[in-house]
């Protein structure tokens, strides 16, 4: 039986429409940040999709020590408690240890668990623990399946909100592959699944002193995954990916966003349709 995960009007699971997550991969300034909530607002809105909005204060996982990270906790928090204020969006964004959980929950509607922390016991329980839903990012080492071990660590807290992301697999040096299976069987766990189309077709350290990535991928897993009745779908968008501080290469100029969606909303609406029938 598919959960349903409720964030006031906004839903994840059961035959709801898909939900995107989008925005920018770091805040890099609070002028930038607002534009691309307020552009992705009006987008949302007009072709009828619901909307959280992402963005991290803190990339911890970069590639170069001297890669660009972010505002920081406090300014970052600031900032996406704004676009909550002046959007009306529910916000995400990641922890990355339990010392920022509690100050992250006051703002924050959903935490995030980056993938690379996906298997921290410690960290899974204590966000549990903060009654906040929690979407947990698929490690690219793990194997859909060990997706369950993540749950009951949350859930031994009696937290149940949970979504589950499929954000690739490593494939070699510097690639990542997305095993369309993956978003199946995670879903078979009976908890939402969100497709992090962005970050799959990212190429970790792919460019040297950061990650490279192939954006020009990102619409077509994005439809497929859809076709598999995904509950939310992840996206990385910039005004200007090329010169993006962070992420870059794959994130979608904000101009593409529209058109991309309504079509993966067509395939989605195909897809729950017969589900219900």
Not at 115 to 129: I, K, P, Y
Not at 169 to 176: H, K, Q, R, W
Not at 251 to 277: C, H, R, T, W, Y
Request: charged share 20%; proline share 4%; with cysteine.
């Amino acid at each position: 039986m598919m959960k349903q995960v409720d964030l006031g009007s906004v839903s994840f699971g059961g035959s709801k429409p898909l939900t995107l997550i989008s925005g920018p991969c770091a805040i890099e300034n609070e002028d930038m940040t607002l534009r691309i909530a307020e552009g992705l607002k009006k987008i949302t809105t007009e072709v009828g999709c619901q909307l959280v909005f992402k963005a991290s204060y803190d990339k911890a996982n970069r590639t170069s020590v001297t890669s660009f990270r972010g505002p920081g906790m406090d300014e970052g928090l600031r900032i996406l408690q704004r676009v909550k204020d002046e959007f009306e969006l529910p916000v995400i964004s990641d922890v990355h240890d339990v010392t920022q959980i509690a100050a992250a929950a006051e703002v924050l509607d959903i935490i995030q668990i980056p993938a690379f922390l996906s298997r921290q016991t410690d960290l899974l329980v204590a966000v549990g623990e903060s009654g906040k839903v929690v979407n947990v990012k698929k490690g690219q080492f793990l194997a859909p399946w060990d997706m369950k071990h993540g749950i009951n660590k949350i859930t031994s807290t009696g937290n149940e909100k949970i979504l589950l992301t499929e954000r690739g697999a490593s494939f070699g040096y510097n690639n990542l592959v997305t095993d369309m299976r993956s978003l199946v069987i995670m879903r078979e766990m009976g908890y939402p699944v969100v497709f992090d189309a962005t970050h799959s077709v990212q190429l970790p350290g792919g460019a040297g002193g950061s990650s490279g990535g192939q954006r020009q991928y990102v619409g077509a897993l994005s439809r497929a995954a859809a076709a598999t009745g995904i509950d939310g779908l992840f996206w990385e968008v910039h005004e200007d990916p090329d010169n993006a501080l962070c992420d870059g290469p794959n994130s979608l100029p904000l101009a593409q966003v529209k058109g991309m969606l309504q079509q993966v909303l067509a395939i989605d609406a195909i897809f729950k349709q017969d589900s219900e029938a």
